[in-house]
């Protein structure tokens, strides 16, 4: 209770203060906390505002203050204002802004900047009746004017009261008609009260005038549930299309977890450059998040609209990560990178040997690296010769595949890469030895290193050969030897019988991914990887449409393995299944 | 021979009652998910199975039957459960009798129906929300079922977000234009013709009404939110103009708050109408008022009363939990102003030094009735449109289990005060 009261006395206290500063006359408050004029040099009227500026700039407000008051009497009056609301904003001073705002307003009263600083400044103070009267007698004098409607709503927003920020908006609609030049704070006060469909149709009026909201609108929007997307979707498709609108649907897509349909919002914009810069735009970000289809159809639309050597390229790699080597050659031929051959072998010639490769010509990028031999360095040649090995692999020569690596010298001969080819050769020893120093995190990396340190054994050809198969592409037969070593190594089967069921998995191959978990669940319970198998199961299984089949796999998994790390992922896939909480 | 009979089953009673062994579902730290283990015990009085709720032992713990479908139950959902055999469960009674604890049977599995419109999906409600996490089963009623007498098929009746005033909680003022809100005004006023009333705040009053005898024939009403303070205006309003012209077309009464009869509701005398159409606010009974910019207050923390589990299981029961300060969340009704509740009413929980508190009870007739204010205990702020509280995040949510306890308190059987 005490505590209370001394909450009521401070706030008493600070109302005295508040209206002290209110009825001491404002210009004389204000000198008063300012340098006397000895402190600086005087300064003629038109060159304050240049001096205050200085000053300002060298954070010395308290100087720049009197300068900034004095330029009030200048055409600059303005700027001084705006300068004079920064440094008083600075100082604490606030307060005293309002006095000669007030004899401004009297003798400019269709000043708009004059009138919405005297509502920022009665805010900052948190004069709430105050800024609501100034509002009101702005809308009397300039009762055409939507300057005092967007002014107070943007005000009430930022406060967070976006429901009074609507009525204001609404009324200026019946006062203006039209909405007048107020989409923007519309927009934002639907935004803020959940009227996501009417938000979307105030953003897209905004787009039309103010184009760099793009980004603004796919804030505000983002948070819009799943429920009403489609209608958000529909207001920034409507005809006539508007880039800046379908560039916002674009962002927002990315946000809410399907960038492919964002990539439908602008791909058939019109080839101008307005659509180009949208294009490249979504292409970078595609680019950054590896999603390579993506990046690779936008850069393509870019190209399309402007050719150009640098976005080539990018669209090349990007099609050669999406796994369409002929398509790279294509998009970035050699002959598109000039005379300057170095410059081709820095930036085409990696592109078009790991594109040969990939299209299983190794000879073909042979000859292209050793046409370029000379401008290239010593690590620039190892890479190449990475590449060219995973070429003759993919055609099934090893001897050459090694051959490649050796002519390159001692980086490539003890690379990881030469640890694939000891995998694939089913030489465990060696792959244990060299896969180890491989810097690529990926996860055919992690399993290759899991499966050569559990195995007892130093020489395993029936399992390099699945490795092998994998490597030329053809993940089903790879699935397929792969479970076939569980028999021949115990020691990893769990792990061969559980991989070899995801890469049949990642094919779509469900039907027969789901046999070979369950082996690993019933045969090898107790193993690493039985809980995961289960969860993969479960995860088929509810793709298939089997809800309670999933939902009873989920249960098993959580209860026999009630230690496992996985059991929380299962409880939350079990609780949707079940649908006892909401759909994220 | 007859005496040798009886004195054999005793003992055979005896030693398998002494081997029994239990299930304590802890309620303190110890517990790994609060909220589903109240769906736990009520699944199992929901199986026909017998439980009973240590108050004050361990953050408010239960004691189950041991069975392997139980443990099935809590370890899928990653509840903690202690077996406790005969030893065990003797040495807990003699620290529950030792202490201001008790243990009260649990019986019968509640029947539990939520008033709500049929088309809201549970996330739109704390209750539902919580009801749906736990695994707890219930029935979505509204104002055809409540109108044709289906709450005396229920024991136990949960209200959230409706205005009893018929007034849309004033959401005009913001939402007038907002398709979701044109469509509830259009499906009430639908109701309201179809079941035989002018207008939305006269069918609203008439539930008001059905909700009172409810409670006063035994009913168990928990209600959050704006419906708190809505229901206790239409009941006491029954025979008074309380909505504007927006909603029934005429002005409030001018001397509606001198006619309303406050002996009729269950917890507030005295109130004082917002007669303002474009203020929202029902009435000076909420004290925070979060949607009138000038009188909105900040959020605090509450507090929870330690009541004396022997002599008071009925308000130890609602608060239950492993905290005791809570932090304070808004809702259309937030709190209760202190000055405008009846003096038989018995604060649950409170803000230090503030004029509101946050939790209430208190009997009306045979039944009984409890207000929480505030709309979600995990989402301070919550606002329309606002993304559900995914719970899985918050299994041990002190807020929530505030809700909770009023669920399982309906089975809890009646035992003579000892006083």
């Known amino acids: 209770m005490k505590s209370h009261n001394r909450g009521f006395w401070l706030s008493a206290l600070g109302f005295g203060l508040w209206g002290f500063a209110c009825l001491a006359p404002g210009i004389i408050g204000a000198q008063s906390r300012e340098p006397r004029a000895g402190s600086t040099q005087p300064v003629s009227d038109s060159l304050a505002f240049f001096r205050a500026l200085d000053f300002e700039g060298a954070g010395r407000h308290r100087e720049a203050a009197p300068l900034f008051r004095q330029a009030l009497r200048t055409e600059q009056r303005v700027s001084a204002l705006l300068g004079l609301e920064r440094v008083y904003a600075e100082l604490q001073w606030t307060d005293s802004l309002l006095a000669p705002l007030a004899q401004l307003i009297r003798e400019f009263p269709g000043e708009p900047v004059f009138r919405a600083a005297q509502l920022r400044s009665l805010q900052a103070l948190d004069r709430q009746d105050d800024v609501a009267a100034a509002f009101e007698r702005w809308v009397r004098e300039a009762p055409r004017d939507p300057s005092p409607y967007r002014e107070y709503a943007r005000l009430l927003l930022q406060r967070g009261q976006a429901v009074r920020a609507d009525s204001v908006l609404l009324r200026a609609r019946r006062e203006l008609g039209a909405g007048g030049e107020l989409h923007l704070e519309t927009a934002q006060a639907r935004a803020a009260t959940g009227q996501w469909e009417e938000s979307a149709r105030a953003w897209r009026l905004a787009l039309v005038s103010a184009p760099y909201l793009e980004q603004a609108a796919a804030y505000a929007l983002a948070p819009a549930p799943v429920p009403v997307r489609d209608a958000i979707r529909a207001q920034f498709f409507a005809p006539p299309l508007l880039v800046a609108a379908r560039r916002a649907v674009a962002t927002l897509e990315s946000t809410w977890g399907s960038p492919a349909n964002g990539w439908l919002a602008l791909k058939d914009l019109p080839p101008d450059s307005a659509g180009a810069a949208a294009w490249l735009d979504f292409a970078q970000r595609a680019e950054a998040e590896e999603r390579w289809t993506h990046a690779r159809e936008a850069f393509g639309a870019v190209l399309r609209y402007q050719h150009s050597p640098e976005v080539a390229l990018r669209a090349a790699v990007a099609a050669l990560n999406s796994g369409d080597p002929g398509g790279a050659l294509a998009i970035a031929p050699l002959t598109g990178g000039g005379a300057d051959s170095a410059r081709v072998a820095r930036t085409l010639l990696p592109v078009h040997v790991r594109a040969l490769a990939a299209l299983g010509r190794p000879s073909s990028a042979e000859r292209l690296v050793t046409s370029y031999e000379r401008f290239l360095t010593p690590t620039g040649r190892a890479a190449l010769a990475r590449s060219i090995a995973f070429g003759w692999v993919r055609v099934g020569d090893m001897g050459r595949a090694r051959g490649a690596l050796s002519v390159a010298g001692p980086d490539a001969d003890s690379s990881d890469a030469a640890g694939w080819l000891a995998l694939y050769a089913g030489d465990v020893a060696s792959a244990r030895k060299l896969l180890r120093g491989g810097a690529d995190a990926s996860p055919e990396l992690a399993l290759a290193l899991a499966l050569v340190a559990r195995l007892k054994v130093d020489s395993a050809p029936a399992l390099g050969a699945a490795f092998l198969t994998l490597a030329r592409g053809d993940t089903a037969s790879a699935a397929t030897a792969l479970a076939g070593t569980a028999e021949r190594f115990p020691e990893v089967a769990s792990l061969a019988l559980y991989t070899a069921g995801q890469w049949r998995a990642r094919r779509g191959d469900h039907l027969n991914a789901i046999p070979l978990w369950k082996r690993v669940v019933e045969q090898y319970a107790m193993s690493a990887e039985a809980p995961a198998a289960n969860l993969e199961w479960s995860r088929a299984l509810t793709r298939g449409g089997d809800r309670t089949g999933a939902a009873s796999r989920l249960e098993h998994m959580i209860l026999t393995y009630p230690q496992s790390a996985l059991v929380p992922q299962a409880r939350r896939e079990l609780e949707l299944l079940r649908n006892t909480m909401p759909t994220p | 021979m007859t005496r040798a009979l009886v004195l054999l089953v005793a003992a055979v009673a005896l030693v398998s009652r002494a081997g029994a062994q239990q299930l304590l579902v802890p309620m303190d730290d110890a517990q790994t998910n609060h909220l589903k283990a109240y769906g736990l015990t009520f699944s199992a009085l929901k199986a026909g199975m017998k439980a009973e709720w240590l108050l004050n032992y361990r953050g408010g713990s239960f004691l189950l039957p041991d069975t392997p479908e139980l443990r099935r139950l809590a370890g899928l959902a990653g509840i903690s459960v202690e077996g406790a055999d005969g030893t065990r469960v003797g040495a807990i009674r003699a620290e529950i009798a030792a202490g201001n604890m008790d243990a009260v049977p649990l019986e019968k599995a509640p029947k539990i129906a939520v008033y709500g419109p049929p088309d809201t999906l549970p996330w739109d409600d704390a209750v539902t929300l919580a009801l749906k996490y736990a695994g707890i089963e219930y029935t979505a009623i509204y104002d055809d079922e409540v109108h044709r007498g289906d709450l005396s098929k229920y024991d136990w009746l949960h209200l959230h977000h409706e205005d009893f005033t018929g007034q849309q909680n004033k959401f005009h003022l ?246």
Not at chain 2, 227 to 246: K, P, R, S, Y
């Open chain 2, 174 to 419: 913001g939402y007038r234009d907002a398709p979701w809100f044109v469509e509830v005004v259009q499906k009430n006023t639908a109701a309201a013709r179809r079941l035989g009333y002018p207008h939305i705040p006269a069918l609203k009053k008439n539930i008001a009404e059905q909700i009172r005898q409810f409670v006063e024939r035994g009913g168990f009403l928990f209600a959050m939110c704006g419906a708190t303070e809505t229901l206790e205006l239409a009941m006491a309003g029954l025979n008074v103009d309380i909505a504007g012209a927006f909603a029934d077309g005429t002005p409030v009464d001018e001397n509606a708050d001198a006619k309303m009869d406050w002996k009729r509701a269950m917890a507030v005398q005295g109130a004082r109408l917002e007669q303002s159409p474009f203020v929202n606010s029902m009435s000076d009974i909420d004290g925070h008022q979060v949607n009138v910019p000038g009188r909105r207050q900040p959020l605090g923390a509450f507090t929870l009363f330690n009541f004396s589990a022997k002599f008071d299981p009925v308000a130890a029961m609602l608060v239950q939990n492993h905290r005791s300060v809570l932090s304070d969340f808004y809702g259309v009704t937030t709190s209760f102003n202190k000055a405008a509740l009846k003096p038989s009413v018995t604060v649950l929980a409170f803000e230090e030094g503030a004029p509101w508190v946050k939790y209430v009870r208190g009997d009306h007739g045979k039944g009984s009735w409890t207000y929480y204010g505030g709309h979600d205990p995990e989402d301070p702020q919550h606002a329309i449109g606002s993304p559900p509280t995914d719970l899985s995040l918050h299994k041990g949510s002190p807020g929530y289990r505030l809700i909770l306890n009023n669920v399982l308190f309906p089975a809890a059987k009646k035992k003579p005060l000892k006083t």
